[in-house]
């Protein structure tokens, strides 16, 4: 995480165009697809931040998430995410992108690969002199399958986003 968290900086301080670094924090609620092998109703909520660098409509970043997955039974399990994101700008304040990583989480008791796609909106921006920020929500499909001890486990499901990012 560290290492990715240092890329990242270091291309926006060694890069000769004018680019942004960008840190948005949010929070996001997962509903996970039920499936007969995992036998229970997934949801979770946490917390989440991104580290980015941008030119133009293009960025590339560090996505971290931090869940709290419960099931119908009352009991939860934490999962600890991080990705590359790849952010395309579409049209004026809407974007498309692409989360890949992995984490942890306690249902399995390992390591878990997982694949977002998803599509951004900027709800509110500002800007000043050197600083800009927006509040964003974002809505991710996420594809994520595991075999563990012979079961083959689906953690796919939806992902919505509400952030707050500052831009310098």
Same mark, same amino acid.
């Given at each position: 995480?560290?290492?990715? !968290?240092?890329?990242?900086?270091? @291309?926006?301080?060694?890069?000769? #165009?004018?680019?942004? #670094?960008?840190?948005?924090?949010?929070?996001?609620?997962?509903? #996970?697809? *039920?499936?007969?092998?995992?036998?229970?109703?997934?949801? =979770?909520?946490?917390? /989440?931040?991104?580290?980015?660098?941008?030119?133009?409509?293009?960025?590339?970043?560090? *996505? !971290?998430?931090?869940?709290? @997955?419960?099931?119908?039974? &009352?009991?939860? *399990?934490?999962?600890?995410?991080?990705?590359?994101?790849?952010?395309?700008?579409?049209?004026? /304040?809407?974007?498309?992108?692409?989360?890949?990583?992995?984490?942890?989480?306690?249902?399995?008791?390992?390591?878990?690969?997982?694949?977002? #796609?998803?599509?951004?909106?900027?709800?509110?921006? =500002?800007?000043?002199?050197?600083?800009?920020? /927006?509040?964003?929500?974002?809505?991710?499909?996420?594809?994520?399958?595991?075999?563990?001890? &012979?079961?083959? *486990?689906?953690? =796919?499901?939806?992902?919505?986003?509400?952030?707050?990012?500052?831009?310098?």
């Amino acid at each position: 995480m560290k290492k990715l !968290m240092i890329a990242v900086f270091a @291309l926006a301080l060694a890069s000769p #165009v004018m680019a942004t #670094v960008g840190v948005d924090f949010g929070v996001n609620w997962y509903k #996970v697809n *039920y499936t007969d092998n995992l036998g229970d109703h997934l949801m =979770g909520q946490g917390q /989440n931040m991104t580290v980015s660098w941008g030119m133009d409509d293009l960025t590339v970043g560090v *996505y !971290m998430e931090n869940d709290v @997955l419960s099931d119908s039974n &009352g009991n939860s *399990y934490p999962a600890d995410l991080i990705a590359i994101q790849i952010t395309k700008g579409i049209v004026k /304040n809407v974007s498309v992108g692409l989360n890949l990583g992995q984490g942890n989480q306690n249902w399995i008791s390992g390591p878990i690969g997982f694949t977002d #796609v998803f599509a951004s909106v900027v709800v509110l921006s =500002g800007a000043g002199d050197k600083i800009s920020g /927006n509040v964003k929500a974002t809505v991710a499909d996420r594809f994520s399958r595991e075999v563990y001890n &012979g079961w083959d *486990y689906d953690f =796919g499901g939806i992902v919505v986003n509400l952030s707050v990012g500052l831009s310098f």
